[in-house]
């Protein structure tokens, strides 16, 4: 009677999962981790950096004053020329970028951990996702306040509450399909030990096995 026997040395599916993991890989995940926790837990500190980056963009690309001061629950960002400065904007939770980017890294974390992935290119997907998020948030908080200093409340009712919502909503939808785009397909750290194991089964197979023919006779 013949038997179908497996080559003793192919990696089990489990076992090459845990073999394409980079330590690497596994310690970027770790720290993302933390980054998304830290996100979450420090979205205040994170709100008052966005706010220095806007200030930043708009003294040194639009040539105005800003004050930044910060408030009991949110800094408060103000803008204006020589003749004064403008109401301030508060940066809110909901204004900031922090809640976007932190399932973003916690996706990228999870999949560093536990998946198979090249860690190059996961990694990069994240950093294309959460740069896009960011950039757009801070061109967003920079064109409020110009309005604001233009064209006063309403201003900054337009470009606040519609324009700067549809803007941060079809960035999140960009950031989401280009990282989808970047993310490198599962199981592409293993390929090349599973082609091994695959020619090492193809030689075992095409090899006679003379016991088996002795039994049947």
Do not use: K
Request: charged share 15%.
């Amino acid at each position: 009677m013949t038997e179908s026997l497996s080559h003793p040395l192919a990696p089990r599916p489990r076992a090459a999962a845990r073999a394409g993991r980079s330590p690497v890989g596994m310690l970027c995940g770790a720290v993302l981790l933390g980054v998304c926790g830290s996100l979450v837990a420090g979205e205040r500190a994170y709100r008052s950096q966005e706010s220095r980056g806007t200030a930043w963009l708009v003294e040194h690309l639009l040539g105005m004053r800003t004050l930044l001061l910060e408030g009991p629950t949110a800094p408060v960002l103000y803008a204006g020329d020589h003749t004064g400065l403008d109401r301030g904007v508060a940066l809110t939770t909901g204004c900031s970028s922090a809640l976007l980017i932190a399932p973003i890294a916690l996706v990228t974390a999870l999949l560093l951990l536990f998946g198979n992935r090249r860690a190059g290119r996961v990694l990069l997907a994240f950093g294309v996702a959460a740069g896009l998020v960011l950039a757009t948030n801070l061109a967003r908080l920079t064109l409020v306040l110009v309005m604001q200093h233009r064209y006063g409340a309403e201003g900054f009712g337009w470009t606040h509450v519609l324009f700067g919502s549809v803007l941060m909503m079809a960035a999140a939808l960009g950031a989401a399909l280009l990282y989808l785009r970047l993310l490198p397909r599962s199981g592409a750290v293993g390929a090349g030990a599973g082609a091994g194991a695959g020619a090492g089964d193809r030689a075992v197979a095409a090899a006679p096995v003379r016991g088996s023919g002795e039994g049947e006779r």
